[in-house]
């Protein structure tokens, strides 16, 4: 086997959930997905495709109906408002899940060997694929702020944007961003998209830009989501964008998502997907299609239920001694340290085994968050946060006792 696949890690996410599988009284926070089941109408598409006997494969890129759907929407958000140019069908891959995107762009774009630049910490999978593709990665750590300041709350991990651009030269083939970003919440400015493209298009570098949680964004703007770059690029940008259906559409395990990339690609990614899994299931795309359609019957509700999560949790941890926590502007969590724990995969068992609390360990996203814990606040029931915290508190009181 190759040596890169042998030296893969393991998830440290899963590490710590299987210490508590099967334990009917851990309240487990630790994958990144709500506990609140897809909707029913949802649902009920899948089974009247199914019903239908569309059973078979279909075309590599995605439904028809369903790229055209998923363009018209990217349109009504992003370019529409600017004034850009509309985003085409013909730039939409329907894929199996934002991860199944990540990985069939990285396969398009990354050669053994080429240099690739990641903003971390991030979710591994994002740069696992390049490691599995054999580029050479490195990475731009962003920085936790210690104490409030006018930059933004104790707790917050900033971008330091000299440093990235820097970081990204003629050498490098593929820039991977997530904002707004699992596990920090960090989420990048409008002026800051703006400088990484121009820089971009100087140095000739892809941007990845993993964009899976636009819409689960807290401020107030003019279309409801995060600022992305599809806001800013041109149709032949080198820019690939990578969503999916899991966290807006309460879907994670249907595996849909899509991206949108130059035009020119299209051919290439018909190709790639055929190689990887040829197609999206038509029941899965048929779900994806009535999701997006009747978008405005799940969306607004779950944002606003995910806001009222996040403002019960983060301010009963801001309560707790010596708990630096930020509220996060977008994205489903909360991510913070424990006075005195600085091994959080040891942290995180801990908290599993003696008080019935499942978190992420921060170890899983980067060696500079390997202190810190990710909780997922999507939670249909508020209720088992403040559970959740009570728990902590209460461990935490028996740490500072022994
Ligand atoms: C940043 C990020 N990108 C992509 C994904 C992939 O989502 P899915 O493969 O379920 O569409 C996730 C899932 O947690 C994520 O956190």
């Known amino acids: 086997m ?8 393991e998830s440290k996410i899963r590490e710590v959930a299987n210490a508590g599988l099967g334990r009917s009284d851990v309240l487990a926070f630790w994958f990144g997905e709500s506990d609140e089941v897809t909707p029913d109408f949802i649902r009920q598409a899948a089974i009247d495709s199914l019903q239908r006997g569309e059973t078979f494969y ?21 370019t529409a408002p600017e004034g850009l140019e509309p985003i ?34 991030v979710w591994p999978n994002l740069t696992a694929h390049a490691v599995i593709m054999g580029a050479k990665l490195r990475t731009v750590a962003l920085t936790a702020q210690r104490h409030k300041s006018a930059a933004g709350n104790a707790g917050a991990w900033t971008l330091d944007l000299p440093k990235l651009l820097s970081q990204i030269t003629a050498h490098t083939k593929l820039l991977i961003v997530n904002a707004p970003n699992n596990p920090t ?22 941007i990845l830009a993993d964009e899976v949680y636009e819409n689960l964004y807290y401020e107030p703007t003019h279309n409801d989501c995060a600022p992305s770059f599809l806001d800013l690029a041109a149709p032949e940008d080198r820019l690939v964008v990578v969503h999916s259906f899991s966290k807006s559409y309460l879907m994670t395990g249907w595996r849909l998502g899509w991206l949108v990339m130059p035009q020119s690609m299209e051919l290439a990614m018909g190709k790639l997907i055929e190689f990887n ?55 489903m969590y909360a991510f913070f340290q424990l006075p005195g724990h600085t091994d959080s995969l040891e942290t995180a068992k801990r908290l599993v085994s003696e008080a019935g609390l499942g978190l992420a360990p921060g170890s899983a996203f980067a060696p500079e968050s390997s202190a810190w814990l990710r909780w997922c606040f999507a939670s249909k029931d508020l209720a088992r946060l403040t559970d959740g915290v009570g728990r902590l508190e209460r461990w935490l009181k028996i740490q500072s006792q022994t």
């Open 185 to 206: 919440g960090w989420t990048l400015s409008r002026e800051e998209q703006s400088a990484i493209l121009q820089h971009c298009r100087t140095t000739g570098t892809w």
């Open 277 to 331: 899994t040829s197609c999206a299931s038509v029941f899965t795309q048929r779900a994806g299609l009535v999701a997006l359609e009747r978008r405005e019957e799940v969306t607004p509700r779950l944002v606003q239920h995910l806001k009222a999560c996040r403002d019960t949790l983060v301010p009963a941890l801001q309560l707790l001694p010596g708990v630096q926590v930020a509220s996060p502007k977008g994205g």
């Open 58 to 78: 279909a075309h590599n890129l995605g439904l028809p109906e369903l790229r055209e759907s998923i363009a018209q929407a990217m349109t009504q958000k992003h």
């Open 88 to 121: 085409q069908a013909q730039r939409i891959a329907v894929t199996a899940g934002g991860v199944n995107a990540l990985m069939l762009a990285v396969q398009a774009l990354v050669d053994a060997g080429d240099e690739v630049v990641a903003v971390t910490p």
């Open 2 to 9: 190759r040596r890169t696949i042998l030296n893969l890690e």
